[in-house]
């Protein structure tokens, strides 16, 4: 995939739906769209405003932000950092 973001966007792979809860129960569409997600990429940031997550990060995000976009049969999120709420792992971990 060839994508370059600008300014503090990052981009992130939602974690895939959970069809079966853990008690067995089959889940329907109208469960909850997750909201962990995996960074695939990050803008350079701006002047006031570092980068805090890298590539390869697993991360909480709001339960309605971002915009879905599809690239190579393939549905992302588009947001602004700010937007996210905890790193869950860091890449390196």
Known sequence: MNVKLIGT?????PKEKDTVSEGGIILGDS????????VVACGPGDGEHVMTVTVGDKILHGKYSGTE???EDKTYLIMEEKDIL??????NE
């Open 86 to 91: 905890i790193i869950l792992g860091a890449n």
């Open 9 to 13: 966007k990052v981009l992130l792979e």
């Open 31 to 38: 469960a909850e769209k997750p909201q962990e997600a995996t």
């Open 69 to 71: 976009i599809d690239v």
